[in-house]
C-alpha cells in the first residue's frame, strides 16, 4: 500500500511512500518501550535543553518547513509560517514550566494519618497520536511537548495526506537530541491503527479527528482498558449583540470563517446576529467574505487557499447544494471554482434548518451559515442545538449579556470580542461529541501522566 502527498493546489502527485507493514510497526514500538525506560529516567533540564533545541529548530527552518506544509495540505504560506512559529513558541513553554507542572502535590500529613502524603506524577508510557492534517506541525507540537517533557514516548500515526510534514517533525525531534524511539512517524494506513492500540506496550491514546476516527478509536482502546484523549471538532456559534462593534465583528468573524482555508475545528461556523442588528451586519459580511482573495497559497496575497482533499472539497459543495435545494438561501459562493486544485469559495448560506445535514453536521471549509435570534434565550437554543460543543466566541459590550451568554453556552471554550484561538497557556478541548479530556496548560500535561499517590506512615 502507498502513502500519498499530492498538491492541493494543483492535484499533482508530490511524494509517495510504502505504508510500513507490521513487522516494521512492532519493530517501532519496539524501540519506543526500549527507549522509554531509558527517556521517563532522564532529568527536566535534559529534556528542557532537547525542547529548546526543538524549538530554535523550528524558528531557523520555518521557511522551508512552511513551504512543506503549504504544497501537502494547501493553507497559505504566510499561515504556514506562522504555526511553524507558533511551534516553537509552544515547546519553549513547557521546557520552562514543566517541572513546575509536575512537582510533587502535598497534602497535610495528619490529616490523612500520616507522617506525609503527595501525589506524584510520572510519565505513563508509550502513547499513540493520531493527528489530522488541518494543522500539520501544530496539532502535534501541542501534544508532543507536554508528552515529552513528562517522560513519555511517542509514536505518531499522521494523516496520511501529510507524510512529509510528519517524517521533518520526526527529524526535528532527532536532530534536537531527542534519542532514537523517543518520537517515530509510523507511515500506516488507517486500517493498521487498531493492532497499534491493541499492543500492550502502547499505554495511552490521543486522537484529533472526526467524530467517526474518535468513536473507532475509543472503541477499540477501551478493549484493552486504555485511557483516551478525543478532540473531534466543532460546530461553533459566533454571537453578535446589538452593543457589539459591528464592523469589527465582521472583521473578525470572516478572519474566524476563512482561517486555514475554513479548516479549523474552533473556528466560527454558526453566525448568530440579533435581528436589530442583521441587516447592517449581513451586508457587511456578505460583502467581505465575497471578497476574500482566493488563489495560489504560496503567493502573498492569497488569503484563502485549496481544501486539503478533492474529497473533502466535494463533501462541502454537497452539504452546500442539498442545503439550496431543500430551501436555503446562499448569498455568495457555493460552487467549486473551476479549474487545477481542490477550490472552494468563502461561502455564506441562510434559511438552514435542523432537517439540513449542513444544520447538523461540521462544515469543513469556508462556509457560514446565518441565523438570527430576538433574545439571549433564542440565541442559546440556536447555538446550543448541536451535538458538538468545542468552542465560541461571543460579542457584546453589555456586561449582563456576556455574563448570560458565558454560564448558557454548552462547550469548552468562550471568547468574547475575539475569535478562538488556542494558546500553550489555556487548556484546549470540548464537550458532548466534541470530545473529552483537555490539551495544553498544565492539564494537557496531566492527561498522560500516573497520578500516583504515596502515603508514609
Known amino acids: 500500500m502507498t502513502i500519498e502527498s499530492r498538491n492541493p493546489a494543483t492535484g499533482v502527485l508530490e511524494q509517495q511512500f510504502v505504508a510500513m507493514d507490521s513487522a516494521a510497526v512492532a519493530l517501532a514500538i519496539d524501540r519506543a518501550e526500549e527507549a522509554l525506560r531509558a527517556f521517563r529516567r532522564t532529568s527536566f533540564d535534559q529534556r528542557r535543553i532537547w525542547l529548546e533545541r526543538a524549538a530554535d529548530i523550528l524558528d531557523d527552518e520555518a521557511p522551508r518547513l512552511a513551504q512543506l506544509a503549504t504544497a501537502e495540505m494547501g493553507k497559505t504560506l504566510e499561515s504556514a509560517v506562522a504555526e511553524v512559529r507558533k511551534c516553537a513558541k509552544g515547546a ?60 513519555n514516548t511517542v509514536l505518531l ?32 494506513e488507517a486500517a493498521q491503527v487498531g493492532a497499534v492500540i491493541d499492543d500492550k506496550r502502547v499505554a495511552a491514546i490521543t486522537l484529533t479527528g472526526s467524530e467517526g476516527a474518535g468513536r473507532a478509536v475509543a472503541s477499540r482502546a477501551a478493549q484493552s482498558i486504555k485511557k483516551t484523549l478525543l478532540e473531534l471538532g466543532g460546530n461553533d456559534p459566533f454571537i453578535v449583540m446589538p452593543s457589539a462593534d459591528i464592523e469589527e465583528a465582521i472583521r473578525v468573524g470572516v478572519k474566524s470563517r476563512c482561517l486555514n482555508n475554513g479548516q479549523s475545528c474552533a473556528s466560527a461556523k454558526r453566525f448568530l446576529v440579533h435581528s436589530d442588528i442583521a441587516s447592517q451586519f449581513m451586508a457587511g459580511f456578505v460583502s467581505a467574505m465575497a471578497a476574500v482573495p482566493v488563489g495560489d497559497p504560496m503567493q502573498s496575497a492569497t488569503e484563502l487557499g485549496p481544501i486539503a482533499t ?43 434548518t435542523s432537517s439540513m445535514r449542513i444544520y447538523r453536521e461540521e462544515v469543513f471549509g469556508p462556509v457560514a451559515q446565518v441565523f438570527t435570534f430576538s433574545t439571549i434565550d433564542e440565541a442559546l437554543a440556536i447555538a ?61 500535561m496531566k492527561e498522560f501522566c500516573n497520578a500516583k499517590t504515596v502515603w508514609i506512615a
Not at 116 to 142: K, S, T
Not at 316 to 334: F, H, K, M
Request: hydrophobic letters at 40%.
Open 92 to 151: 519553549r513553554y513547557y521546557a520552562e514550566h514543566a517541572e513546575e507542572f509536575l512537582r510533587d502535590s502535598h497534602a497535610h500529613g495528619p490529616e490523612v494519618g500520616a507522617q506525609a502524603a503527595y501525589v506524584r506524577w510520572e510519565p505513563i508510557g508509550v502513547v499513540l497520536a493520531v493527528m489530522p492534517w488541518n494543522y500539520p506541525y501544530w496539532q502535534v507540537m501541542r501534544f508532543a511537548a507536554p508528552a515529552l517533557m513528562a517522560g
Open 157 to 188: 500515526k499522521h494523516a496520511s495526506n501529510v507524510p512529509q510534514c510528519a517524517l521533518a517533525i520526526e527529524d526535528v525531534f532527532l536532530r534536537a537530541g531527542f534519542g532514537e524511539g523517543v518520537l517515530q512517524t509510523l507511515l500506516i
Open 310 to 352: 478533492e474529497a473533502g472539497r466535494d463533501d462541502i459543495e454537497a452539504l452546500v447544494s442539498e442545503a439550496r435545494l431543500a430551501g436555503a438561501e446562499v448569498l455568495t459562493g457555493g460552487t467549486r471554482v473551476e479549474g487545477d486544485g481542490w477550490y472552494f469559495p468563502p461561502t455564506v448560506i441562510t434559511g438552514t
Open 384 to 444: 446550543n442545538d448541536s451535538d458538538l460543543g468545542l468552542s465560541s466566541s461571543i460579542w457584546t459590550d453589555e456586561a449582563s449579556d456576556r455574563d448570560a451568554l458565558i454560564a448558557g453556552l454548552e462547550c469548552g471554550a468562550v471568547y468574547v470580542n475575539g475569535m478562538s484561538v488556542s494558546y500553550p497557556e489555556l487548556p484546549f478541548g470540548g464537550v458532548k461529541r466534541s470530545g473529552y479530556g483537555r490539551e495544553l496548560a498544565d492539564l494537557g
